[in-house]
C-alpha cells in the first residue's frame, strides 16, 4: 500500500499570498496518477487537480500541480478568501487499495 | 448532469450491520470502465478509502476492513450498496460515495455524504 504524506499539516497565510503544499508518497505513483482535492467544512471533498497536473473543470488557473515518482506539489499562486480549507492528495495508480494523504489545511493568518 | 446522494441510517448500535446505499445518475456502471467508490471520514480526521465496484462487477476492499465489507450493485437502480457488519464507535464517521469515470481515474464526482454514528 501507497502512504501519502503531506506537509505542512496547517499553512497560515494571508489572502493574495502563494500556497505551496506538499505530497510525498512512499513508493513512486504509477504514471503520476496523482488527484488533489479541496474541502471546506460540512462539504464533500472537490477535484482540483489529477493526473499530478491537470485542472478539473473549472477550477481556476491558480491552481496548479506538479511532480513526479514520489514528490508532489499543489500550488495556489494567490490565495483568494475561498480557497481556506483541507486540502487532500490521493493516488489512483496502483491497484487497490487507494489511498490519501492526512490532509493540509490552509488558514488565515 | 452527474449527481449521487448517499442514504442509510443516521445512528447503528455497536455489533449492528450498517447498509448504506449509493443512488447515482447522469452515468451508468454498465458503461466500461465507470466505477463508484465508497470513502468516509471520522469527525475532524483525513479521508479513508474503503471500497471500489466497477462496470464489470469487480469489487476491492480496504484490506484491513474486507472480511466486514460488501459491495454489491442494481445497475437498473443506478444503484450501489455497501454493508459494513460489527459497527463499533471507531465506525463513527461521514460515509461517502464518488465516482470514478475509468479505472484508473481520480473521485470526479461526491456525494454530499451521510454521517453515521455508532452508539449504544
Known amino acids: 500500500e501507497i502512504v501519502l504524506t503531506q506537509s505542512p499539516g496547517t499553512l497560515s497565510l494571508s489572502p493574495g499570498e502563494r500556497a505551496t503544499l506538499s505530497c510525498r508518497a512512499s513508493q513512486s505513483v504509477s504514471s503520476n496518477y496523482l488527484a488533489w482535492y479541496q474541502q471546506k467544512p460540512g462539504q464533500a471533498p472537490r477535484l482540483l487537480i489529477y493526473a499530478a497536473s491537470s485542472r478539473a473543470t473549472g477550477i481556476p488557473d491558480r491552481f496548479s500541480g506538479s511532480g513526479s515518482w514520489t514528490d508532489f506539489t499543489l500550488t495556489i499562486s494567490r490565495l483568494e478568501p475561498e480557497d481556506f480549507a483541507v486540502y487532500y492528495c490521493h493516488q489512483y495508480g496502483s491497484s487497490p487499495p487507494r489511498t490519501f494523504g492526512q490532509g493540509t489545511k490552509v488558514e488565515i493568518k | 448532469q452527474v449527481t449521487l446522494r448517499e442514504s442509510g441510517p443516521a445512528l447503528v448500535r455497536p455489533t449492528q450491520t450498517l447498509t448504506l446505499t449509493c443512488t447515482f445518475s447522469?452515468?451508468?456502471?454498465?458503461?466500461?470502465?465507470?466505477?463508484v467508490s465508497w470513502i468516509r471520514q471520522p469527525p475532524g480526521k483525513a479521508l479513508e478509502w474503503l471500497a471500489l465496484?466497477?462496470?464489470?462487477?469487480?469489487?476491492y476492499y480496504k484490506t484491513s476492513l474486507k472480511t466486514r465489507l460488501t459491495l454489491s450493485k442494481d445497475t437498473s437502480k443506478n444503484q450501489v450498496v455497501l454493508t459494513m457488519t460489527n459497527m463499533d464507535p471507531v465506525d463513527t464517521a461521514t460515509y461517502y460515495c464518488a465516482r470514478m469515470a475509468g479505472w484508473r481515474a481520480p473521485f470526479d464526482i461526491w456525494g454530499q455524504g451521510t454521517m453515521v454514528t455508532v452508539s449504544s
Open positions: 447522469g452515468f451508468s456502471l454498465t458503461t466500461s470502465g465507470m466505477c
Open positions: 465496484i466497477g462496470w464489470d462487477d469487480d469489487k
